[in-house]
């Protein structure tokens, strides 16, 4: 029987360069120009999970199925998910999509993860909640099997 762990979880980012408009959320009605409208990659204050980071562990314990790579037959190593979402200024989550590819149920599993849990706490610019986006990483590891 192979045995999956949840090795690492990251509350922190992963920036990209620039500081703003890292992409634009299309279904706002509002013109592109609007600083409403902006998509921050940086802001003031960043996003954050209710309950900060051991909020976030704790949430994982209760809701990943760390069995997941090993039900779907992941060989055996460390697989780094990272996906990408919006959190409007409400703390909503949109825009969710896997920036890695490793499948096995995997980046799947961490997309049903944060779309189904609370809402965030927003990103502050200059006094104003603000949208912006974050990149979330997750590892998860397969051992080889245990006899």
Not at 55 to 80: E, M
Request: charged share 20%.
């Amino acid at each position: 029987m192979e045995k999956v762990l949840l090795i690492l979880f990251t509350l922190g980012f992963l920036q990209s360069s620039g500081q703003q408009n890292a992409f634009i959320d299309s279904s706002a009605s509002r013109t592109a120009n609007s600083q409403h409208d902006n998509v921050f990659t940086l802001s003031d204050k960043m996003p954050s999970f209710p309950g900060g980071p051991s909020g976030w562990s704790r949430y994982l314990q209760r809701n990943l199925d760390k069995t997941i790579p090993v039900k779907n037959n992941a060989p055996p190593g460390r697989y780094n998910v990272i996906v990408m979402f919006v959190i409007n200024e409400k703390g909503n989550v949109s825009n969710l999509k896997p920036l890695t590819a490793h499948g096995f149920g995997m980046e799947d599993e961490v997309l049903r993860l944060i779309e189904k849990g609370p809402r965030w706490i927003p990103a502050v610019q200059k006094g104003r909640n603000v949208k912006s986006y974050r990149k979330q990483p997750l590892t998860f590891v397969v051992s080889n099997k245990i006899k």
